[in-house]
């Protein structure tokens, strides 16, 4: 859609944005003025030139591609941090029994749960997101593209059958985020957790974020008390009173380098309509699908229909080594254990060509 | 000692490194040819090829000049976070009721710490750090210097203190790194936490460190059980391993640009040692102090001894409006509330002609 302002070699059929997003040429030149300009000449100025309300400031711009009003969402942390702090938030006080996860989550969600359960006391249980019952949960952290498949959860109807039962539900937005229009505000989710390093393109292990509604953050408390949560930080009082709103989910000091980094990052994103790279997306899938089914040896697992991220994801015993060899031929995917290849489609940059150009490298492998 | 390698204005006299670090000239560049090079043309290769292991890596840079031998700092998330892993770690399975924190601590040390008594059902305590009985204390933290007055503590005789009374004595060394000599593990310190933004010019919110020793590790767990402290991360496995070594205390996917911001700007450590660093910077800030001392309205907090970090405090009923002429005639500190004037000194880049400079403005302005 928008291939020429991303920093991407011709040679290189890169189908992996749901790993590692490629860069947009300008970030380069901004991170360099962020270093030379705000950092060399204004120095410490610079915390009250911008600085220090970079989290929610970008937090904003990535509420926007959620569904999320501003004051909502902040930019800060890894996503492991945050799936932290929203569920020992979601937990506190509780009376129930139970945290649910689905069984095949990315594997940080069921760490972090399953830390956050030996915590308070709770239980863990692993669930079919497509069928379960929510029971003595307390809350439910369901994955909204699973990682390895590629398989779209039905966000609205989830997040309805859920609060059905009495809990909250934390959705992980990971490999959702940039992939589809997602509307936290209407469909009253409690939590949401994402990182910005995939479609949004925000560089290797930029900051992740936090979605806490308007309505639910003078109840929202989480652990991690750092000082830039605080009311007044920089009244450095010896009590912690957290922010009124969202600022409270913020922790330490902002890491502002790749902060902004990704804040140019996300200048793409007021290019093109998410509906529009939604439709873009499922094309290059459903092309790319049509192209390998029925090569030897290989099984597609992502759904067929729309319930579908913005991968393919292939079964094949060797599955290791056949991507070797495609890195090897500049075709760039990746491999989850034991046996699933991952083709990753980013409309922004993910072109007819790159689909037509992996099917082939990889009908000559098999 | 080495300004000519800081890019830093001639007509500003910088004397807030105490809080955010100047930047190295070459720092720009290598950023530069990290988004460029690394993340552009190698894109998710990069991650096999250096960045996976940059947390252990510039762990084992920063833990050279804290007395860390190799494999026992990581860098990653903030000190804040870093606080939280390190105490939760410290207190598990105690049945010891307390924990210990300096009365004038930091403010994200007490809190993150009342958030550990909170979560453990453990007390907390603000004690004189000079004159405490360990008592009931599981865990000590404390900070090597105080970073309002500038004093130092004294490592070696508090470790000391602390482990004869029978609890573990956590370092926070936010305003001690790149100061002077520390040997944590010379003195058996349990666990140390610091950031890299001050005196060692990561950068604006750069990545924090975590100090655990080799013998500590096996029975080091924290709740932060992110994927990539895994023992075999990539195996994606649904149960949390910890790693063997100190990649335990990693959590979610490190933050690379900032990273290798901070492994770039630690280049300049190569060309000093730090008993230089530290003698030329007791002598910058004696200098201040003899040609501040007397002023009207003017009390000097820092110590008068060599106790004291590379900052020069000074109490002054007016502090706030003082700062502000002060910057606004490019001589450039920061105020504590409520009455704190702090002036620090970097010995790398800071001159005997800046202490004059800010002397003379300072008394213009009384």
Redesign the interface.
């Known amino acids: 859609m928008i291939r020429e302002l991303f ?3 011709d040679d ?1 059929v ?1 189908l ?1 944005g749901n ?2 997003g ?2 947009p040429r300008h ?2 030149a901004r ?2 003025e962020v ?2 300009q705000q ?3 204004r ?5 009250s030139e911008g ?1 220090w309300e970079t989290p929610e400031r970008v937090g904003d711009r990535v509420g926007r591609l959620v569904g999320a009003a501003p004051g909502q969402v902040v930019v800060a ?5 945050n799936l ?1 702090k929203a569920l020992m938030g979601a937990v506190r006080g509780t009376e129930r029994g139970e945290i649910l996860v689905d069984a095949g989550t ?3 969600d ?3 749960a ?3 359960a ?2 308070t006391g709770l239980t863990l249980r ?1 669930v079919d997101p497509e069928s379960f019952e929510v029971g003595d949960a307390a809350v439910v952290l369901l994955n909204h593209v699973d990682y390895r498949s590629g398989r779209l959860l039905d966000m609205a109807s989830l997040t309805e059958h859920v609060h059905a039962g009495g809990a909250k539900i934390v959705w992980d937005l990971c490999h959702s985020v940039g992939v589809l229009p997602i509307e936290l505000d209407r469909l009253g989710v409690d939590l949401a957790v994402g ?1 910005t ?1 995939k479609f949004l393109n925000g ?6 974020f936090l979605y806490v509604p308007k309505a639910a953050q003078e109840d929202f408390h989480q ?6 949560g ?1 009311a007044v ?8 009173t957290p922010d009124q709103g969202i600022s409270r989910a913020r ?9 902004l ?1 990704l804040d140019a990052a996300l200048d793409v994103w007021d290019q093109v309509s998410l509906a529009d790279v939604r439709a873009r997306g499922l094309e290059l899938t459903a092309y790319f699908r049509r192209l390998v089914e029925g090569l030897p040896g290989i099984e597609v697992i992502t759904p067929d229909s729309e319930w579908r991220g913005h991968q393919v994801s292939l079964r094949h015993p060797d599955a290791a080594r056949i991507m070797g060899e495609l ?1 090897a031929r500049n075709v ?1 995917g ?1 491999h ?2 034991p046996d699933v290849l991952r083709f990753g489609f980013a409309p922004l940059y993910n072109t007819d060509e790159d689909a037509e150009r992996a099917a082939r490298a990889l009908q000559e492998l098999l």
Chains 1, 2 share one sequence.
């Not at 652990?223 to 830039?228: E, I, R, V």
């Not at 930080?233 to 912690?240: E, N, T």
């Open positions: 920093d991407l070699d290189v890169y992996d790993s590692l490629v860069p970030v380069a991170v360099n270093i030379t950092w060399g000449r120095l410490i100025r610079s915390w600085w942390d890894s996503t492991s941090v932290f990315f594997p940080t069921g760490y972090i399953q830390s956050v030996e915590l692993a990182c390093y560089g290797p292990g930029a900051p992740a652990p991690l008390t750092g000082w830039t605080h930080p920089f009244a450095m009082s010896q009590d912690y922790v330490g000091t902002p890491d502002i380098l790749s902060m980094a890195i760039i990746d989850r254990p």
